[in-house]
């Protein structure tokens, strides 16, 4: 008799992290037709929009084996208080709906049994409940392979050698030998979170708890980050697998959310000559005071006056994988959170990299120092997203420096990500790095059916 195999994914409470892993559970049962997925969703009693474009995603992505379970919403209005100490109060509603399936799958035998739990890298608590059941925990990471040796590296430099990540940003010119990197990683590159008192302690024992993990999904490509990778597969640490690049498109989100709006844009771009359009977003978080957006606008003013008057469009919120897309995009000013970085070199668009929070700094190093697929605005702006007192105001001529080099002296880099983004779709294709990965992380999975 065919076996069949219900996984339970339990995603981290933001838009972004469901996104990836919607993307992820297509991807798992659009591959084997005996694996089904319960989408365990969180929602947050303040955040009504967040809630809202929740909701759109699980509209969008229901279907008869994918199915999202909301659980109880919980009050994420603590000040101070990092996502994942609430999240433990989610494990009884958890433990709750897992019961509902193993008691399911028990009723009959064509239904599916419980094999695994796959969760976000900020979840790791959940580890328990599942070890509750007897059944596995995979983590979904949803940033690069060197974020995730980074990690693994500071709550080594913890555990056995005593080194505290706080004093670290002691010394802001200070650099690391990271295994994962070739290069040596400057302080200044590190997250404020995994370095920064109260948070860091927090990050470390994250890190600790992922390495009982059957197994990490990363969204990456090996091609991008084979150096991390090889560090990664030494045995010390849980099987890999590489099965990016995962992007979070639209698939016309942007019509929907914006209507005539985003279509009156996306006319503009239509108009637009071939990669002659600068496109800058920061992100869903990313945001700047009325001081910095002035100094933008004088750096562009100065720089592409002659040429643009009249051309240049600002629009809110963007459904950014259909603006990387288009014809008209040359360059992406960008603040390098991961799935910018990937939707970046999936449609072969250089970057000028302006980190401005959590991981960005280390996404940004590893595009321009490590691998030299992009070009420096700056690597260590502070924007104040943590700490307002510490917040810098980036120059106009700073900026105007950077867009003059991206525009003259990009020749090479644009080459370099051309053929980056070649090996990021062939990653995904029949024989490919990712392709071969998911096919060899579901047969793990098959294997260890109940």
């Not at 106009?396 to 080099?405: D, N, P, S, V």
Request: glycine share 6%; hydrophobic share 40%.
């Amino acid at each position: 008799m065919k076996k069949w195999a219900e996984l339970v994914f339990i995603p981290y409470p933001g838009i972004s992290h469901l996104e990836s892993t919607v993307k992820i559970a297509k991807l798992i049962v659009d591959r084997d037709d005996r694996l089904f997925i319960t989408v365990l969703v969180m929602k947050q009693t303040s955040l009504t929009d967040l809630n809202a474009q929740t909701n759109d995603v699980i509209v969008s992505a229901a279907s008869e084996r994918i199915k999202f379970v909301e659980l109880s919403p919980y009050d994420h209005s603590h000040p101070g208080k990092f996502k994942s100490v609430l999240l433990k109060t989610q494990k009884p509603n958890v433990k709750n709906v897992t019961t509902e399936i193993v008691r399911s799958g028990s009723s009959r035998p064509d239904s599916p049994r419980l094999a695994e739990f796959v969760i976000d890298m900020f979840c790791t608590t959940m580890i328990d409940v599942a070890n509750e059941f007897g059944v596995p925990t995979y983590v979904f990471y949803t940033s690069g392979a060197g974020f995730l040796g980074l990690m693994f590296h500071l709550q080594e430099l913890h555990d056995e050698h005593r080194v505290d990540p706080t004093e670290l940003q002691n010394d802001p010119d200070a650099e690391l030998v990271v295994p994962c990197f070739v290069e040596r990683v400057p302080t200044s590159a590190l997250p404020y979170a995994a370095v920064a008192e109260g948070w860091a302690s927090l990050l470390i024992h994250n890190t600790r708890r992922m390495r009982e993990a059957e197994g990490i999904i990363v969204n990456s490509f090996l091609e991008l980050e084979s150096h991390a990778v090889i560090s990664l597969s030494n045995g010390k640490f849980p099987s890999l697998y590489l099965v990016g690049p995962i992007l979070n498109s639209t698939d016309g989100g942007g019509q929907i959310l914006l209507g005539d709006q985003f279509s009156d844009f996306i006319t503009w771009l239509d108009d637009q000559p071939p990669l002659s359009e600068v496109f800058l977003c920061f992100g869903s978080m990313g945001y700047f005071r009325e001081d910095q957006v002035k100094e933008i606008a004088c750096a562009l003013a100065q720089r592409f006056l002659d040429r643009t008057a009249g051309r240049g469009k600002a629009i809110g919120w963007t459904p950014q994988v259909d603006v990387l897309a288009h014809r008209a995009i040359s360059w992406f000013v960008s603040h390098c959170g991961w799935n910018s970085v990937l939707g970046s070199l999936w449609f072969g668009v250089p970057t000028a990299t302006w980190p401005v929070y959590a991981e960005q700094y280390l996404n940004a190093f590893q595009l321009v120092k490590e691998l030299g697929i992009a070009e420096e605005i700056k690597l260590d702006f502070k924007s104040g997203f943590y700490i307002e007192s510490e917040r810098t105001v980036l120059g106009a001529q700073e900026i105007e420096g950077g867009t003059r080099r991206l525009m003259e002296d990009g020749n090479e880099i644009r080459k370099r990500v051309k053929e980056m983004s070649e090996k990021s779709r062939k990653a995904v294709m029949g024989v490919g790095s990712s392709y071969s990965s998911l096919d060899r992380l579901i047969c793990d999975v098959v294997e260890n059916l109940p």
